[in-house]
């Protein structure tokens, strides 16, 4: 940026008319540059960007030795200042490991024309790795495989297989599609749009935020399934964040309960429950017994978003004998709008194929408008939109 120059009172207008006009130059060509660089950048990216960079880093980690199970991906997503940041978790067989896919990396964020960074303050972590795309960026913890990752169930990957490695399914199949929408609360910008959406479409708001009650309210207002998103301790906290009534596997037993009752009473309209985050806690069969105690003593139910592959939610649920089922595709953990289609017709696929299906999406401009868009068409796709409520059991 040019520096501003002090003004000058004198009365040789001349002059000052002249510094005005170099004022004027320079914030033109700096314009000029900006534009030209912005566009060029973006150029190069759509060049190589017909895959999404987090499926080249799935690549990557699996070509070094770590197993599908041990990549966490977007755990969580967050949206700071208009960027997606997405964090993966790997687990890698060895340090040897941990340093060829740093060095494999480095070299994948250059061919998007991307920045790779290692803060200062991360350097402590086994390998915490930053890398800024064009309007997204991951926050990748490399880590080396230990007595953790024995206790992460070998299932086969969560991640759907490929559109082109499926059958076709007979015109004829049909079936029930939940849509939950996470992470409601925080602001008011985008309810009137979310409320605008079909009314199967469900909104889960996280509590004690500026805007709990009343988001909750004007979804239940306008005809839509209400849920509470119960935060819970992700792997990673506290640095993680999961947001204020946080379910922690540090807490006792008391404190445990009185957290759940007070997220329970703070979102007013609320159907069921489901997880914020919890790749930790959900994995503590414990913990999650008192949690599902208490909603259980609500009659209300309980989906289990799945943020790791080794959670027990849904049979600690199913032990206290409340309905509750489990999240199948996530919508928007790829934030650009092409992503969203994508798993969008990776839900409806699922839904027909298997008869039902859950998705959860984010309260995010981008996923809104793809479902306004869609919202027309899902009969003619095949599948019936259903609250989420209707599909656990
Ligand atoms: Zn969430």
Same mark, same amino acid.
């Given at each position: 940026?040019?520096?501003?120059?002090?003004?000058?009172?004198?009365?040789? *207008?001349?002059?000052?008319?002249?510094?005005?006009?170099?004022?004027?130059?320079?914030?033109? &060509? =700096?314009?000029?540059?900006?534009?030209?660089?912005? !566009?060029?950048?973006?150029?190069?990216?759509?060049? @190589?960007?017909?895959?999404?960079?987090?499926?080249?880093?799935?690549?990557?980690?699996?070509? +070094?030795? %770590?197993?599908?199970?041990?990549?966490?991906?977007?755990?969580?997503?967050?949206?700071?200042? =208009?960027?997606?940041?997405?964090?993966?978790?790997?687990?890698?067989?060895?340090?040897?490991?941990?340093?060829?896919?740093?060095?494999?990396?480095?070299?994948?964020?250059?061919?998007?024309?991307? !920045?790779?960074? #290692?803060?200062?303050?991360?350097?402590?972590?086994? =390998?915490?790795?930053?890398?800024?795309?064009?309007?997204? %960026?991951?926050?990748?913890?490399?880590?080396?495989?230990?007595?953790? %990752?024995?206790?992460?169930?070998?299932?086969?990957?969560?991640?759907?297989?490929?559109?082109? $490695?499926?059958? #076709?399914?007979?015109?004829?199949?049909?079936? +029930?599609? &939940?849509?939950?929408?996470?992470?409601?609360?925080?602001?008011?910008?985008?309810?009137?749009?979310?409320?605008?959406?079909?009314?199967?479409? %469900?909104?889960?708001?996280?509590?004690?935020?500026?805007?709990?009650?009343?988001?909750?309210?004007?979804?239940? +207002?306008?005809?839509? $399934?209400?849920?509470?998103?119960?935060?819970?301790?992700?792997?990673?906290?506290?640095?993680?964040?999961?947001?204020?009534?946080?379910?922690?596997?540090?807490?006792?037993?008391?404190?445990?309960?009185?957290?759940?009752?007070?997220?329970?009473?703070?979102?007013?309209?609320?159907?069921? @429950?489901?997880?914020?985050?919890?790749?930790? &806690?959900?994995?503590?069969?414990?913990?999650?017994?008192?949690?599902?105690?208490?909603?259980?003593? !609500?009659?209300?139910?309980?989906?289990?978003?799945?943020?790791?592959?080794?959670?027990?939610?849904?049979?600690?649920?199913?032990?206290?004998?409340?309905? #509750?089922?489990?999240?199948?595709?996530?919508?928007?953990?790829?934030?650009?709008?092409?992503?969203?289609?994508?798993?969008?017709?990776?839900?409806?696929?699922?839904?027909?194929?298997?008869?039902?299906?859950?998705?959860?999406?984010?309260?995010?401009?981008?996923?809104?408008?793809?479902?306004? !868009?869609?919202?027309?068409?899902?009969?003619?796709?095949?599948? *019936?939109?259903?609250?989420?409520?209707?599909?656990?059991?």
């Amino acid at each position: 940026m040019p520096q501003r120059r002090k003004k000058s009172r004198s009365k040789q *207008t001349p002059q000052l008319r002249a510094l005005a006009l170099l004022a004027c130059l320079i914030v033109i &060509a =700096g314009a000029v540059w900006y534009f030209a660089r912005d !566009r060029g950048a973006a150029t190069a990216h759509h060049a @190589v960007a017909r895959a999404d960079f987090g499926d080249r880093l799935r690549t990557l980690a699996g070509r +070094r030795g %770590a197993r599908p199970a041990e990549i966490d991906a977007d755990d969580p997503i967050r949206r700071v200042g =208009g960027v997606f940041v997405r964090t993966w978790k790997i687990s890698l067989p060895d340090q040897e490991a941990v340093r060829l896919l740093r060095g494999d990396l480095k070299a994948e964020t250059a061919t998007w024309q991307g !920045r790779l960074s #290692t803060p200062p303050r991360w350097e402590s972590d086994d =390998g915490r790795i930053r890398v800024d795309l064009e309007g997204e %960026a991951f926050d990748i913890h490399l880590r080396v495989a230990g007595g953790k %990752a024995a206790s992460v169930p070998t299932k086969p990957p969560t991640a759907p297989p490929r559109p082109t $490695e499926r059958p #076709t399914l007979p015109a004829s199949a049909h079936g +029930r599609l &939940a849509i939950l929408l996470d992470d409601a609360g925080q602001n008011r910008e985008l309810v009137p749009e979310a409320a605008a959406l079909p009314e199967a479409i %469900a909104v889960a708001v996280l509590p004690f935020l500026p805007h709990s009650v009343d988001t909750a309210a004007e979804l239940h +207002r306008t005809g839509h $399934e209400v849920w509470l998103h119960l935060p819970m301790e992700p792997r990673g906290y506290p640095k993680e964040n999961p947001g204020p009534g946080a379910i922690l596997v540090s807490m006792p037993e008391r404190e445990v309960r009185t957290t759940v009752r007070s997220a329970l009473n703070n979102v007013p309209f609320i159907v069921g @429950v489901n997880n914020h985050m919890g790749s930790l &806690a959900t994995e503590n069969l414990r913990t999650m017994t008192w949690v599902m105690q208490e909603i259980a003593g !609500r009659g209300l139910k309980f989906l289990d978003s799945r943020t790791t592959a080794g959670t027990v939610a849904e049979e600690a649920a199913r032990a206290q004998g409340i309905p #509750t089922g489990r999240r199948n595709v996530f919508l928007d953990n790829d934030g650009h709008a092409n992503a969203i289609e994508r798993q969008l017709d990776e839900a409806i696929y699922l839904a027909r194929r298997d008869g039902s299906a859950i998705a959860i999406g984010h309260m995010h401009a981008r996923t809104l408008r793809v479902l306004e !868009r869609e919202a027309e068409r899902f009969s003619a796709r095949g599948v *019936t939109l259903v609250p989420p409520s209707k599909l656990l059991h």
